[in-house]
């Protein structure tokens, strides 16, 4: 009696908890896909952890039930620990942007697995092919029981080492803690799902997935405060955090700049077209710089200022790459106007300051050492 009072116990606590989210999610303003997916496996999780408890209670014989309600009780928490993998992987994908992901064949293709798997739990009391019960209601796992483990696992196990592996390939500062946090936290349900197979009677799954939703919830939210909601790009807090940390652990053999851009006559877009074409022109800009900046991952960080400024903070072994990147950044700013066919010419001009570790000088001098030289090229073009 005492160890089913524990297991309902820490069943609703994670319900608690993740209910707390839930609240949290549907209050916000933040509608993105990946937030909706989000909802969705909460919601999932926190019924498997209510007919769990119900399955807990059922099965220490408190209350004595027929054999279909014994079935029924324990068929509905497996349906639902597998659909929440499912949930996760789709969750996954999402934050990793794969558009090949939500392609109707591909879609098609990733359910396979957990079809078959609900089709298994579904017709066990049928088949026996994962479980039956006895005639005293105790249960026994078929030769397929490994399926239920292993079709979940599998999921989760994908989403893992796709987010260990963009964590470090992919040149986004801003995403890295996302992925490094899709990479880390399914190892956690996986790791307590293994042990509450082995345990049965021990709450282990509620926990781990528990926690990791509480992590990936609280990395997404920090994300989202690091980031300029208009444009994409990393905040002027965040840039400051960065160079901050840059200039106090100088990376071997390489070189650190700043650089500012300026978005020539924005004010005069402004005015002739309207603040929502100014916003595009942002957009465009932003887009323009993270295409440029992409070719080295990890090296050039790409932030908003303030109204029309940009700061990159770049990382290279020689001045001349620096020099290109500022040409690749005015190239590109030009290529995507073009594109967007609009009545006006775009263009921006590039700041470049250079940090001396001999002699550090506080962010602020080196923002205005980068102005100092963009006032000269704007006025040297003018």
């Not at 926690?211 to 980031?227: H, K």
């Given at each position: ?8 116990q ?94 109707k ?14 089709v ?12 039956h ?31 260990f592996?963009?964590?470090f ?6 995403d ?157 700013v ?49």
């Open positions: 009696m005492t160890e089913v009072f524990y297991y309902i820490a069943n609703l606590s994670c319900f608690l908890c993740l209910g707390l989210i839930l609240y949290k999610i549907n209050h916000s303003i933040d509608r993105q896909t990946s937030t909706v997916i989000l909802r969705r496996l909460i919601i999932v999780l926190m019924t498997y952890f209510f007919t769990d408890s119900m399955w807990i209670f059922l099965d220490s014989g408190i209350v004595p039930v027929g054999h279909a309600a014994m079935i029924v009780s324990s068929i509905i928490p497996y349906v639902l620990i597998v659909c929440s993998s499912y949930f996760w992987f789709v969750y996954c994908e999402v934050l990793q942007r794969d558009k090949a992901m939500f392609t064949k591909w879609m098609f293709i990733a359910s396979i697995p957990i079809i078959v798997t609900l298994l739990i579904v017709t066990a009391s049928f088949t026996g092919l994962v479980f019960f006895d005639e005293n209601n105790h249960i026994h796992y078929g030769p397929f029981y490994a399926v239920l483990l292993l079709v979940p696992f599998g999921y989760m196990l994908y989403s893992s080492a796709k987010g592996y963009k964590a390939t992919q040149g986004r500062y801003l890295h803690m996302v992925y490094l946090t899709i990479g880390i936290f399914p190892l956690i349900p996986i790791i307590t799902g293994v042990l509450q197979a082995i345990f049965m009677y021990i709450p282990f799954m509620c926990y781990g997935a528990s926690f990791s939703i509480l992590m990936i919830y609280l990395t997404t939210l920090e994300n989202l405060i690091s980031m300029d909601s208009l444009t994409q790009v990393n905040n002027r807090n965040q840039m400051h955090k960065y160079l901050l940390r840059k200039m106090k652990n100088p990376s071997p053999n390489l070189s650190l700049y700043l650089m500012i851009i300026d978005i020539d006559h924005f004010r005069d877009i402004n005015d002739s077209f309207g603040h929502m074409e100014g916003d595009r022109v942002l957009v465009r800009v932003a887009n323009a710089m993270k295409d440029a900046c992409i070719a080295h991952r990890n090296r050039f960080f790409v932030s908003r200022f303030g109204g029309d400024e940009f700061i990159v903070i770049a990382e290279t072994e020689y001045k001349g790459e620096v020099n290109w990147l500022s040409e690749k950044i005015r190239s590109n030009k290529l995507y106007n073009d594109k967007a066919d609009v009545p006006y010419n775009l263009s921006v001009c590039v700041g470049i300051a250079e940090y001396d570790y001999a002699n550090p000088v506080p962010i602020p001098s080196l923002i205005a050492r980068a102005d100092t030289d963009l006032y000269h090229k704007k006025h040297a073009r003018a």
